[in-house]
């Protein structure tokens, strides 16, 4: 006999904010009980407990599943400084080549090209790690 798989439970940001509202203003103190009658599977709700600070703190949308968050992080973070200058030398006419954005990073964020190079296992191979990041730039 094949059993069915559990159909997996979504809660949008809504849902979360009403059942801790809800826990709190009910004065439960059996958090599985709770969590049972309001038919949530405790880890889960474990875990929205962990995170409360964060879930009743949040601005994002009601209908979203996620707090927001967990896209992929800047390699490059002065990137709008970057833009700006890429932007400001093609205004005056100027070509913007990879060696010029090598430069601009040299003089005015030396720390962070450091400590870039520095997680490289040569300098070498940091240079050209370097120069094909800014190349997708």
Request: charged letters at 30%.
């Amino acid at each position: 006999m094949v059993t069915a798989k559990r159909q997996q439970q979504r809660y949008t940001n809504r849902d979360r904010k009403a059942l801790l509202a809800r826990f709190h203003a009910s004065g439960c103190v059996n958090e599985k009980q709770f969590s049972r009658d309001n038919n949530v599977k405790y880890q889960t709700w474990q875990g929205w407990r962990k995170k409360e600070q964060q879930i009743t703190s949040s601005k994002r949308h009601g209908r979203k599943a996620t707090l927001g968050g967990q896209g992929r992080k800047p390699m490059i973070p002065f990137a709008a400084d970057l833009l700006y200058y890429m932007r400001e030398r093609r205004s005056n006419n100027k070509y913007v080549r990879v060696f010029h954005l090598m430069q601009w990073i040299r003089r005015h964020k030396n720390d962070w090209l450091v400590a870039y190079i520095a997680a490289k296992k040569s300098e070498e191979v940091g240079f050209e790690s370097l120069r094909c990041l800014l190349l997708r730039f």
